[in-house]
């Protein structure tokens, strides 16, 4: 049966230029303290994302923390029926997830929006660790720490498609680029990179 869905192939330069592009953006306006990246696609970008902050941040290394959601993958434990539609965790930050994150800037990375399911995950359950540390805090001191915690989004790649779940409307969202509902083809999961980056050229050539 012929594969009717468009395949797109993005090359580790591709990204790398697109995060490039964005995050002095990024740094001026939302400015993070820490990078949360999503796995395992968001792990790359998260890191070569670091690298372009450093200079749009005056010269802060920031920490990257990981976090692992799935969706699409078979995961332990997950079964036929899950895929595809709840996000499962594989890890999380671990029992200080609310003294980490509470009165940062946090910038939530993944490579794609695809459904949203995921990034709407992540968010509202972050700020679920960080509400658990702020009621351990003297009542006194909570609003401040509320305020001065907050979270943003990064994606390589957003997916204009109708969206299965939704992000508060005030969130910080950054896109490296906005894609039709194509299938991105990412280098990471290619075993012959040269193959897949002379896929990716067609690709482009035929945009
Ligand atoms: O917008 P959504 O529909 O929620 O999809 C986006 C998520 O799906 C992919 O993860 P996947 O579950 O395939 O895991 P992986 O990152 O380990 O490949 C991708 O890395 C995003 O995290």
Same mark, same amino acid.
């Given at each position: 049966m012929a594969d009717e869905v468009?395949?797109?192939?993005?090359?580790?330069n591709n990204i790398h230029?697109?995060?490039?592009?964005c995050t002095p953006k990024i740094g001026a306006e939302f400015n993070p303290d820490l990078l949360v990246a999503i796995g395992g696609g968001g792990f790359f970008p998260a890191r070569v994302m670091r690298t372009f902050l450093r200079g749009a941040t005056e010269n802060k290394t920031l920490q990257i923390q990981a976090i692992g959601l799935s969706l699409?993958?078979?995961?332990?434990?997950?079964?036929e029926e899950q895929?595809?539609?709840e996000v499962i965790r594989t890890q *999380?930050?671990?029992?200080?997830?609310? @003294?980490?994150?509470?009165? @940062?800037?946090?910038?939530?990375?993944?490579?794609?929006?695809?459904?949203? @399911?995921t990034l709407s995950y992540a968010l509202s359950e972050l700020k679920k660790d960080v509400e658990v540390e702020i009621s351990s805090r003297p009542e006194s001191e909570r609003e401040a720490l509320r305020a001065a915690t907050k979270f943003g989004i990064f994606v390589v790649h957003n997916k204009r498609k109708p969206k299965l779940a939704e992000l508060p409307k005030n969130t910080p969202y950054y896109?490296?680029?906005?894609?039709d509902d194509v299938w991105l083809d990412y280098? *990471?999961?290619?075993?012959?990179?040269?193959?897949?980056?002379?896929?990716?050229?067609?690709d482009q050539s035929s945009k």
């Open positions: 468009k395949h797109f192939h993005v090359t580790y230029n697109l995060i490039r592009k699409y993958e078979p995961v332990d434990g997950a079964t895929i595809g539609q *999380w930050l671990g029992a200080d997830a609310g @003294k980490m994150l509470v009165g @940062k800037r946090v910038l939530i990375v993944d490579e794609v929006d695809d459904t949203r @399911k896109a490296g680029e906005e894609v280098p *990471w999961e290619s075993t012959n990179i040269e193959e897949h980056d002379r896929l990716a050229e067609l």
